[in-house]
Structure formats: structure tokens, C-alpha cells
């Protein structure tokens, strides 16, 4: 079986052909990357509101792609995996305009903040778009037998977008401030066009219309195993810069660069792991070792330590969303992979959409190191989940 995984995981041929997509995602990825380490400094510091604010601004993108998620991969499969692809980045360079545009009512930080509510929404719209085209696109391409390593390795494109993106980021937002972060995000997407265009579009999938209830009741059990293991997610992206800087930790964005590299660096070396030994097997183990990681950073009274549960956490997350992908799509119709998809990744917006402001809540109550903690305990939880699809594998 090692010689097996060990040439999969090489497989030049796939990953040769998922490369212009994985490219191209992660240039328009890089935008929300710039934003990670300053936009709860913008709001908490820039417009003195507090960390609920700072939650609901960060859940903004997250509730507007669960809204739009169903809708992106209905469109993937009925109009094209490229098409949604190219809607996406039109979308987020409009976040990018709104961005801006919250930077003039900074005398009124409320009306501030709702601006870039706004923008933070039509950015979750276009994520939407985006990520779950270009997967639809890889799954297309790369063919049944390699969803797993199609989902990791789209993602790990992300995930590279978020690690690159949060240094350059928090350097960006040191030097010119948070209108810095708004111009970057109107342009990259416009750039990463140039990239999209000359990719070669493949035909709709849909042969057949898919009911929505259909793909929601073979998917729905992975699904809350990802809403639970996001809570993790969530925590990292929008607490790990402001714990290291009540804390004194320098640099702010170490935190979520630590998260973002460990999590590439698994995905890229074990992302194969889903399609050899099961998604809910793998998923299994990745949650146990996410949750030690957040205990860790809950725990941790020196930024050492802190970095090493960042690393850990990053770890774990890595293999759960292909982890339970793989669950979801082998339990789906295969004409409606792109709203398989859609549907799935719904349930990370519906928890991030809900965690970033309940999260909020809590910092500003206990204090930003106990939501680590409650999120080591919900992460923990995702495991009866994937006990649960080990004893009850897929048909086929």
C-alpha cells in the first residue's frame, strides 16, 4: 500500500493539469490572505469597536457564501465550471471597491463598519464562485478515482494564498494602513483574470436537473462533521492575530501563517491519503490532532508554545475538509458534483457564519484565549461524526 500511496502522491499528470486552476486560485485568494492579520486591527483598533464587531464583520463573508454557495455550484454544473470562476473574481474585485468606500465615513465607525460589512459580503459571494468552481473544474478533470487529491490540492492553493497573503498583509497594513489592504483587493482579482481566460473550459455536467433535497440528504452527515471542525477554522482566521498582539507576540501574523504552512505542507505531501484509506478514517485522526492544537494555544503562556498548537491545529484541519469531501461526493449523484460541492462547503460558511460572532461574544466576555478552548471542544466533537460514516461507508 506505501508504494501505491507513494505513487499517487507523485502523480505528475494530475497535478500538471490542476495547476493553471491552482494558480489561478491562488492569486485571488491572496486578497482575502492581505486581510486576515488586518482586518480585526482595523476594526478593534482603527474603529475602537469591540470584538463582537469584529466578529460580524469577519462572519459577513462567510454568511454571504453560505447564502450564495448552493447557487455557485448549481451555476457550475448548469453554465460552467469556468464561468463561475470568472463571476467570482468580477465579484471580489467589487469587494475591493466597497472596501474603499468604507474608508470614507471613518469619523461615524458604525457606518464604517456596515460599508465594510457589505464589502466583506459581496467578497463572501465571490469566494463562493470561486472555490467551488475551480473545484468543479479539477473534479472534471482529474476524474473520480483522484477527488480527494483534487479537493486538497484546490484547497491547498488557498491555503498557499492565505500563508503568502497574511506577512504581506500585516506589512501592508503597517506601512500605508487598511487602504492599502482595499486597493489590493480591488485589483488581484482583476489580475488573476488574465490567468482564467486562456484556460480551456470543459462542458457543463449536468445532464439531469438535481434537486437540491436530493444532494442535501446524501451530504448532509459530512457536512456537520465540516460545520464542527470549523469552528477551529474560524478561530484561527479571526483571533490568532489578535490574541499575539493583546499578548505582546511578535509578529502579529504568525499565528495564522503558522496554520496556513502546516496546513499546505500536509495537503501537498498526504492530501492522497483520502482516496487510499477512506475520508472518514483520515478525517478520524485529523480532528483528535486540531483540537490538541487549539488546546495547546488556549494553554499556551508563551508564543512559542502558541506556535507550536498553530502548527499542530493547521495540521489537523488540513485533511478534514477532503476527509469528509470524499464522504460527501461518493455519496452524491455524479452529475451534480459542483452542487455536491457547493452544498458541502455551505455547511464551513454556515459555521464560520455563526462561530465568528458567538467567538466574538466570548473574547469580549472571557477573553480571547478562551475561544481556542471552546473551539478545541466543538473540533473534538466532529469525531462522533466521522465514527459514525467509518461504520457507514459509502455504496460503491
Not at 94 to 108: E, I
Not at 113 to 129: D, I, K, M, P, T
Not at 348 to 377: E, R, Y
Amino acid at each position: 500500500m506505501s508504494q501505491n500511496s507513494s505513487a499517487l502522491s507523485r502523480d505528475p499528470s494530475v497535478f500538471l493539469t490542476l495547476l493553471p486552476i491552482m494558480s489561478a486560485v491562488f492569486i485571488a485568494f491572496l486578497v482575502i490572505g492581505f486581510a486576515l492579520p488586518a482586518l480585526p486591527l482595523h476594526v478593534h483598533n482603527g474603529l475602537g469597536l469591540g470584538g463582537f464587531a469584529v466578529g460580524v464583520v469577519a462572519g459577513g463573508q462567510f454568511a454571504a457564501s453560505l447564502v450564495s454557495r448552493v447557487w455557485a455550484g448549481d451555476f457550475a454544473d448548469g453554465r460552467g465550471a469556468k464561468r463561475a470562476v470568472v463571476y467570482g473574481l468580477l465579484r471580489a474585485s467589487g469587494a475591493g471597491v466597497l472596501y474603499l468606500s468604507s474608508l470614507l465615513p471613518l469619523a461615524t465607525p458604525i457606518t464604517s463598519a456596515g460599508v465594510l460589512l457589505l464589502g466583506r459580503a459581496v467578497l463572501g459571494g465571490a469566494e463562493s464562485f470561486i472555490i467551488t468552481g475551480a473545484v468543479s473544474w479539477g473534479l472534471i478533470l482529474g476524474g473520480r478515482a483522484n477527488t480527494g487529491k483534487v479537493i486538497a490540492w484546490v484547497g491547498t492553493a488557498m491555503y498557499a494564498a492565505f500563508a503568502v497573503g497574511a506577512p504581506i498583509g500585516g506589512m501592508l497594513y503597517d506601512a500605508c494602513g487598511f487602504v492599502a489592504i482595499a486597493l489590493a483587493t480591488a485589483v488581484a482579482p482583476l489580475i488573476t483574470l488574465a490567468v482564467v481566460i486562456p484556460l480551456r473550459s470543459v462542458a457543463p455536467q449536468r445532464r439531469t436537473t438535481a434537486k437540491i433535497s436530493t444532494v442535501l440528504g446524501a451530504i448532509w452527515i459530512p457536512g456537520v462533521g465540516l460545520s464542527l471542525s470549523s469552528f477551529g477554522f474560524g478561530a484561527m482566521m479571526t483571533f490568532a492575530s489578535l490574541l499575539f498582539a493583546e499578548r505582546g507576540w511578535s509578529p502579529i501574523w504568525l499565528g495564522v501563517t503558522a496554520f496556513a504552512v502546516s496546513f499546505i505542507v500536509v495537503r501537498m505531501f498526504f492530501g492522497h491519503l483520502t482516496d487510499i484509506l477512506g475520508g472518514a478514517r483520515v478525517a478520524l485522526v485529523c480532528l483528535v490532532i486540531e483540537a490538541l492544537g487549539l488546546a495547546l494555544i488556549w494553554f499556551a503562556p508563551w508564543e512559542s508554545l502558541a506556535f507550536i498548537g498553530a502548527l499542530l491545529t493547521g495540521f489537523g484541519y488540513s485533511l478534514v475538509y477532503p476527509g469528509f469531501g470524499v464522504e460527501a461526493v461518493r455519496r452524491a449523484p455524479p452529475e451534480s458534483r459542483g452542487l455536491a460541492m457547493g452544498t458541502y462547503t455551505a455547511f464551513l460558511d454556515l459555521a464560520l457564519g455563526v462561530s465568528s460572532p458567538v467567538l466574538g461574544l466570548l473574547s469580549g466576555k472571557a477573553g480571547t484565549d478562551k475561544v481556542f478552548l471552546a473551539s478545541a471542544i466543538v473540533v473534538a466533537s466532529a469525531s462522533v461524526v466521522a465514527f459514525w460514516l467509518r461504520r457507514h461507508p459509502a455504496p460503491g
